[in-house]
Every structure is written in C-alpha cells, then in structure tokens.
C-alpha cells in the first residue's frame, strides 16, 4: 500500500529553527508539495520538489531525497503565526496526490 | 488567492437525508477535486472532474456522487448521508494533473455534521 508517514505534533519555540520530516512509501514518484493549513482554514501551497536536493524560499526550505524516499521543512526563524498543520503530499504514478496526515507545529515564545 | 468557493460552510443534517454542497470556481481550472479531512487521516480523495460531465472515482468514493455541467461548478452528492460522512469537506482546483508542477489550490471547505 501507499503510505506518508508524518510526526503527529512538534514544538518550537519563537525564533528557533525547526525541521518537520517526511518519509513516504508510494508507486512511484512525480513530485512532493507541502502545504500549511491554519486551524480551520483551507491548506495553502508552500513548496514542490521533484529533483533531489534543497529548494529555498524566504524562511521556509524543502529538500528531498528520492532514494530514501525522505523529504523535510525547514522553517527558519520561527514566528507565532507559524503555528500550524504542515502536510506533506506525494504524487504517485497515476498523477493522484497521496497524502500525509499532517504534523502539527505549536510554536511557543 | 485563487478564487473557489464552497456553499453551504456549514451544514447540520440527519441521517438518511440527501446533502448537496456546492464548489464555484472562477479561474476557469479544468481539474477539480472533492477531498474530506478527518483528525488523524490525510486529505482523501471522493471524486475528481477533468473535464465538463467527466469525472472519475477517488479514495472513498462509496456514498458519493458528483457532477459537473458547467466549468466553473462541480457538485458533491450525499445521497442518503450518514454519521460516519460527518467531516470537513474541501473542494480543489488545478489548470492540470499531468504536468506536475501544477498545484492544487483550495476552497474554505464546509463542516457537515451528520446527526
């Protein structure tokens, strides 16, 4: 079966860096995003990465590693408004989006 | 923000009653998508569209069904709803599947809580 495997729940702290890992098991591979979902909002787009490697955008980075199938976000800088779900979404051979089940980021200051 | 929207955003009903909620869209995407959210499950898919009057099962399809007659609209039918079809539905949208750098963006999602 296909599967994204996610922490359930993280802490940080203002100002700190903190890595939310990904690893996934699916038939085949076309790609992974990361959304942020706010608590009762729709999730939003943060990053795509289909080539090994570590794409940086502002405070917020995603690398990628095919061969052990193991991605993560690196969010710098922590600020409160970083409190949030990040879910972790691969695309497999059939072009479908599977997804994670999230991890939850509780930032305190 | 792409511009989709959902109607009802919240929905209470009782068990065995049809349900109809609505997904407008008006970036003219082509790709459309029902998904539900349940705590400790990922966003699973129901149904997508691909195309006006063409769609196709996803995930859960069972108890579902959707249509599509116009671009812009893509229904979700509960036909006879029941508890366990109590969740947070969310309706996406994307100009493609095939080419994968393509993104899905979100609706508000509605809450439906079937009694």
């Known amino acids: 079966g296909q599967n994204i495997d996610q922490p359930t729940e993280m802490t940080a702290t203002e100002g700190a860096i903190v890595q939310i890992n990904c690893t996934y098991q699916?038939?085949?591979?076309?790609?992974l995003f990361w959304y942020q979902q706010h608590a009762g909002e729709a999730p939003t787009f943060l990053s795509y990465?289909?080539l090994d490697g570590l794409e940086e955008k502002g405070r917020f980075s995603s690398f990628l590693s095919r061969s052990k199938g193991y991605s993560y976000l690196l969010l710098k800088e922590l600020q409160m408004k970083d409190s949030a779900s990040y879910l972790c979404?691969?695309?497999?051979?059939?072009?479908?989006?599977?997804w994670g089940a999230g991890t939850k980021l509780i930032i305190k200051p | 923000d792409a511009g989709i929207t959902q109607s009802p955003r919240h929905k209470v009903t009782e068990t065995g009653t049809p349900v109809t909620l609505r997904c407008h869209q008006t970036?003219?995407?082509?790709?459309m998508y029902w998904y539900r959210q349940d705590p400790g499950h990922g966003l699973r898919l129901i149904h997508y569209s691909y195309g006006v009057k063409d769609t196709d099962k996803g995930e859960v399809s069972d108890g579902y069904s959707v249509s599509r007659s116009k671009t812009e609209d893509f229904l979700l039918t509960l036909e006879s709803a029941t508890s366990s079809q109590t969740s947070v539905y969310f309706c996406a949208i994307s100009e493609s599947a095939r080419e994968v750098t393509d993104t899905q963006y979100f609706g508000p999602g509605t809450r439906l809580t079937v009694l």
């Open positions: 990465n289909v």
């Open positions: 699916t038939s085949g591979f076309n790609g």
């Open positions: 970036e003219n995407h082509r790709y």
């Open positions: 979404a691969v695309i497999d051979s059939n072009y479908q989006l599977i």
